[in-house]
């Protein structure tokens, strides 16, 4: 049986199953970190912080986990977990685990399946540095109380306690509080990563005080602060591995150290991962004295083998690391450790790395060049990426990588950055786009927030298939020709590619600049009209950009034309597109920028001579009216073509020509084809 | 109208049952189908197959639950669907990426012969999954069947994406090692 025939017989399971997986959960946000208090009595600590959330997300029948180690011998010990069955009935289960009262207590919560509302907030004995104290005292967060069965669960938790500590069972009492949050947090930057084997790995860590008003003076030393880290595969392996080296201004003297409200001190350690280390995902634990935080970034050990630089070509992305495929997301990345084997390059976009490294924030588009740089492997690292495939390739003769803009480049620094060092005039600047000319080219700049995305590839062909968001054109004065400056691809789940059936080499295109958005050429598919022998039927295509929740969508639908055919999107169209996205949003809030696409509907006359494209603002959607924002009147069949120098277009009374394929060669045979 | 109605419109071969089944669930099942192809036109052609299927099949079957019922019928037709979409072109998105990860469970060779033997396997997958923790099960299924984005799983529990992609991890190698000791692979 293979994984597609597994994942059919997955759609026969048990549908109360899938009803309970279909139920709504309340959204709760995790917070960055959440730490309890639990007061220790130390010479050298004075805050012992355990983590509340760290949740045993999955608790092997052996019960192997890696718990907290206790300060005295670190003897697991058979323990009576007492819990609430699903009858209603309390039973008891042996539990091999070190005897710490975090760790009873998180095996007890584990198998009464209670959440990470549920915390153990402070334990303490009337002997406190005494396990066998006769009385326990347990601070509880608020929600065991609320919960429907607390009677029953503070009974078996009463129990549970109670056997397990050696005190009688009605000296053990509770008090419910909120969690306690403590003035001096530790952070950590630990983001997911992917290193191989024999590796490096950053982390940093620190402490802040989070008080508006209040210095947190604690002694210590760095040494009591050195971690350790455990790496862990999948709660069944670890590897130990001692962490080099310590902060710089490390002592070996106890010392005060003092946090100012706001103040922060970190300091970032290297994690070197074992040759021999088993590919998989490792968490890392680390231990400040008697502190102990469990992170929840995650390591993945893999294996590649690293090559020198390389022109890439993203073909596309494959979901698993924040992207999809054939989607822009906005993120910050270096690109690393990559394998080319001739044909195909695996890599990796270590979204870990770039937050240390001056790298480019903005969306990567399927088609975008990229150059890889490192210089940070030796040649003896070795790391293999999964799930990501890029297609290597070499860049054409005399084309350039597409420079990056970023938000504080000036406008002439920006286009210098594009190449465009010899302009000569800016013909109009707009909120969002800047219209200019230089030597040898007339030419349309669209900002996207912040950011000029123009980006040359010229290896668009008919057939080829890409994932339409905008077409921007590029006009040529010399010749007289426009191309395709960039083609950009489309975000979010519902991205659909179109084939691209003609390119536009040799059509003239005039276009308007709104004062809200600008022009967005959408490809006409013409398997006929617009020939000179012209047929009955006309396809067109329509591609439409909606915008919403910070996500975009490119929905496309293509019709047939017969004379005298007018094509709207109607309201009811509307209706059910908002239907759709209601399954996935919950509730559907649109927000339309002003700048952003267009609809458009095409009237063809009986002859078929003439089309009018109107393009209206999608924006409008919201006030119910749509507006046309932009026409384009295309002429079709044989007419005199009149080609005006200056202009460097293809005009008649106004109107814009889409040049059919023999008018097309007319004209090539009397321009110089562009390169 | 109540599923109970709707089920006997379908015994009484009335076909007011598609329609009453697209107002009830249409929405569902098309939500289904965009999650697996991405592709709207595609997505209602099979929401529309959907309610042939189950015309068909409604009667002898009379499933408890007509929703999830018609789902797993949308869920069929649309693996089927991007199966042969994809076949011809690189990619395959989410789908693709989830048959990866269930290779892990499938790798050690899962020897089911017949279809006797599917099903009885298909009722130890349902009690391995009922004796999972109820989060890890949702978050299973979530991915496997309704095959929701990793991202969209992390974001619905208000999980980490590398925190679910370690318990769909772990859960998967349990799986594997359940299905061995059930004698299901070879």
């Known amino acids: 049986m293979n994984e597609q025939k597994f994942t059919d017989l997955l759609g026969h399971i048990d549908p109360a199953l899938i009803a309970r997986a279909e139920e709504s959960v309340p959204m709760r946000k995790k917070p960055s970190f959440r730490i309890t208090l639990v007061a220790v009595i130390a010479a050298l600590l004075a805050l012992s912080l355990l983590l509340g959330a760290a949740a045993i997300a999955f608790i092997p029948k052996t019960y192997d986990l890696d718990y907290e180690i206790p300060k005295q011998e670190n003897a697991s010990k058979v323990t009576q977990i007492y819990y609430l069955s699903e009858n209603g009935k309390i039973k008891r289960q042996s539990v091999l685990l070190p005897p710490t009262e975090q760790n009873v207590f998180m095996t007890w919560k584990h198998l009464n399946g209670l959440g990470d509302e549920v915390q153990l907030l402070d334990v303490t004995y009337n002997d406190a540095a005494n396990w066998s104290g006769s009385y326990i005292t347990v601070q509880l967060s608020t929600a065991l109380r609320e919960h429907s069965d607390s009677e029953a669960l503070l009974d078996s938790l009463q129990k549970t306690l109670a056997r397990s500590f050696g005190v009688m069972k009605q000296n053990v009492s509770f008090i419910f509080n909120d969690t306690v949050e403590s003035p001096l947090q530790f952070y950590y930057d630990l983001p997911d990563a992917f290193v191989g084997t024999g590796g490096k790995i950053d982390i940093t860590v620190g402490m802040r005080n989070v008080t508006d008003n209040q210095n947190i003076v604690f002694t210590g030393a760095w040494t009591d602060f050195v971690p350790k880290a455990k790496l862990r595969a999948d709660s069944t392996i670890y590897v130990e591995q001692l962490i080099l080296p310590l902060p710089n201004d490390s002592t070996t003297e106890i010392a005060e150290y003092c946090l100012a409200p706001g103040e922060s001190r970190e300091v970032t350690y290297t994690f070197d991962i074992p040759e021999n280390a088993e590919l998989g995902y490792y968490d890392l634990i680390l231990s400040f004295g008697d502190a102990k935080m469990t992170f929840e970034g995650a390591v993945e050990v893999v294996e590649t083998t690293v090559t020198g630089d390389e022109y890439l070509q993203f073909a596309e992305f494959l979901n698993g690391y924040g992207f999809t495929s054939a989607s822009s997301t906005k993120f910050r990345w270096a690109l690393e450790n990559f394998k080319y084997d001739g044909d195909n390059v695996f890599a990796r976009m270590n979204q870990a790395k770039a937050k240390w490294m001056p790298g480019y924030s903005g969306d990567i588009w399927d088609g975008d060049f990229c150059r890889y740089q490192s210089t940070t492997f030796d040649s003896g690292y070795t790391t293999h990426v999964q799930k990501s495939t890029f297609t290597a390739t070499t860049l054409p003769d005399g084309v350039k990588l597409p420079a990056r803009i970023y938000p504080d480049d000036s406008l002439t620094d920006a286009l210098a950055k594009l190449g465009f060092s010899n302009v000569q005039e800016i013909v109009e600047q707009r909120q969002n786009s800047v219209l200019i000319s230089t030597e040898t080219a007339y030419l349309c700049l669209r900002f996207e927030k912040g950011y000029a995305s123009i980006d040359y590839c010229d290896t668009i062909q008919d057939g080829d298939t890409a994932v339409v968001r905008q077409m921007h054109l590029k006009y040529d004065l010399a010749t007289g020709k426009f191309y395709y400056l960039y083609i950009c691809a489309a975000s979010s789940n519902y991205a659909l590619p179109i084939t691209i059936i003609r390119t536009n080499q040799g059509q003239s295109v005039n276009w308007e600049l709104s004062d809200e958005q600008s022009l967005r050429l959408l490809e006409a598919v013409n398997t006929g009209a617009w020939e000179l022998d012209t047929p009955i039927y006309t396809d067109f295509t329509l591609s439409m950009m909606f915008s919403f929740n910070g996500d975009s969508m490119l929905f496309e639908e293509s019709w047939l034309l017969d004379t005298n055919c007018y094509m709207e999107i109607s309201s009811l169209f509307i209706e059910e597109l908002l239907a759709g996205f209601s399954l996935y949003q919950g509730e559907v809030a649109f927000d339309f920028p002003v700048s952003d696409d267009a609809l458009a509907y095409v009237e063809l006359d009986e002859q078929h001579t003439q089309a009018v494209l109107n393009m209206l603002n999608c924006g409008k959607w919201l006030q119910g009216v749509p507006e046309i924002v932009s026409t384009m009147y295309c002429q079709v069949g044989d007419q005199d073509l009149k080609y005006d120098p200056d202009l460097g277009i293809f005009i008649e009374n106004d109107r814009v020509l889409f040049l059919s394929a023999e008018e097309k060669q007319i004209i090539d045979a009397i321009l110089d084809p562009y390169m | ?186």
């Not at chain 2, 269930?102 to 599917?118: L, W, Y």
């Open chain 2, 1 to 186: 109208m109540q599923d109970r109605d709707i089920l006997d419109l379908y015994f009484a071969r009335d076909e007011r049952a598609i329609a009453e089944s697209n107002q009830k669930y249409g929405t569902y099942c098309l939500g289904i189908a965009k999650n697996i192809l991405q592709n709207m036109q595609d997505a209602e052609e099979c929401v529309n197959d959907t309610w042939l299927r189950a015309w068909n099949s409604i009667p002898p079957a009379c499933p408890d639950r007509l929703g999830q019922y018609l789902g797993g019928i949308t869920r069929h037709i649309s693996l089927d669907k991007h199966r042969y979409n994809t076949r011809a072109s690189r990619g395959g998105g989410e789908v693709a990426l989830a048959y990866d990860e269930i290779k892990e469970v499938v790798d050690s060779g899962i020897n089911v012969a017949t279809q006797a033997e599917e099903r009885e396997m298909l009722v130890a997958i349902d009690r391995f999954l009922w004796s999972l923790p109820e989060r890890e099960c949702n978050i299973f299924i979530r991915r496997y069947y309704h095959l929701d984005p990793i991202k969209d799983v992390a974001k619905r529990y208000g999980l980490t994406v590398s925190n679910v992609k370690k318990i769909l991890s772990r859960t998967r190698a349990s799986l594997r090692e359940f299905l061995e000791k059930e004698g299901y692979t070879v």
